[in-house]
């Protein structure tokens, strides 16, 4: 083995974090603007994909790996999540 | 150490490549445009950050569950897509001015659901 | 058993090939989102499609949607015809051969 231990250096998952942190405000910036529905699905989806990655990289952070637990779970419920929402705009056009 | 270098990379280009799909959804004129940037952008961001988890750990969970998560989001990511956009077709959703074609609009071989006139119909 | 190995060399290929169109759909779509003018002109095309079964017709949508500059929008209710929402739609016929020849094939190879 290497002499030199691998060591992640802070400053990287704190930059990832904060650039991650500034798409969730843009993202939430189209969530308020979307001129019509099917807009502020899109931009609801993406929060939920954004909130992943965060999860991810705070897992690598800490150090500990029961996080991507979470990641796992919240990639399961938003695609049901974006579904239940098709299905209820697809509702309002019946009505 | 080739971890030294290739953990980094994966997680700021993960991250920009999600900065990069906000920005797209802010810029893009229409829905179906802005469809492109959230489908596609998203999805590999969260690949790279997968990866670079699975490499920082190198568990056998940590490598099964990064890659659970990669497959499910491949999978889900273009319905979710297809049915967002399908939704926003049938509900009238406007497009660009400059879309240069739509052979979806008043086709015969797709069949559109009619509405049911029931006691809730709205009053337009 | 040699059918197995076969399956498993295309499968790889095909993996290896998604992933290269992938990471070109994103630098395309980084170069769009990021210059100062919008150049593209969107529209959506009716391309017939040859799949069959419901696998290939799967693996061909998540292709699509995953290609640069095209989006699978809807399906027709018989299964043949499948509409692409497309970046640069300047000429109708050539986005549609584009999609047939390039994407479509290497689909039917893989998902026989």
Redesign the interface.
Known sequence: M?A?T?H??DW??L???I??A???L??L??LF?GP????R???L??IA??S??FT??F??STGN?RY??I??IV??VI?IG??AY?SY??KK??? | MIKMILIPVLLLAGSLFSLLAAIGVIRFPDIYTRMHAATKAPAFGILLLQTAAAIHFSTLYAVAISLMVIIFIFLTAPVASHIISRVAHLLGTPKWDKTVIDELENDPDVSIPEKISGSRTKQS | MSKIIENTIDLIIFLLFYLKEMVKANLVLARDILSPVMKISPGIVKVPIAAKSDSQVLALFNLITMTPGSLCMDISDDKKNIYVHGMYVKNRDAFEKEVKEGIEKKVMEVFE
């Open positions: 290497n030199i691998y992640l250096p990287v998952t930059t990832s974090l650039i991650l500034l798409s969730m843009l993202a910036i189209s603007r019509s529905l099917p807009d699905i899109v931009a989806d993406l994909s954004l992943i990655g991810i990289v897992a690598v790996y991507l637990d990641a796992a990639a399961l695609f974006t579904v098709a705009l697809k056009y019946y009505d």
